[in-house]
């Protein structure tokens, strides 16, 4: 089984910065892409930032220029750097894994969410 681990969440006041790492274990046999996600309470899930096992990235419209997303291919890990925070920001952060692996006997690509971590802003 594959397993996606968040760590990093927290309360930091308006302005401040947080760092989240998300980290896969389980059978893995590559990781295409890793993301954040965030949903506020009331509102949809939606894409912080990604990134594809050659590096590019791309990012939400609300977050560019304050976060910044990196991986470590090696610990099949993703970070996302959050400066500037915002009490907009506030939200469950949750990481995404497009990944290669064996379910259920099958070889093949699937998606996995993690549990989320919660990030909360005081302004």
């Known amino acids: 089984q594959v397993q996606l681990v968040e760590s990093g969440g927290g309360l930091v006041q308006a302005g401040g910065s947080l760092r989240l790492s998300c980290a896969a274990s389980?059978?893995?046999?590559?990781?295409?892409?890793m993301g954040w996600y965030r949903q506020a309470p009331g509102k949809q899930r939606e894409l912080v930032a990604g990134i594809t096992s050659d590096g590019s990235t791309n990012y939400g419209d609300s977050v560019k220029g304050r976060f910044a997303i990196s991986r470590d291919n090696a610990k099949n890990t993703v970070y996302l750097q959050m400066n500037s925070l915002k009490p907009e920001d506030t939200a469950a952060y949750f990481c995404k894994a497009i990944l290669t692996s064996r379910r259920n006997g099958y070889e093949g690509t699937y998606m996995y969410w993690g549990q989320g971590t919660q990030v909360t802003v005081s302004s």
């Open positions: 389980g059978n893995i046999f590559s990781i295409n892409k």
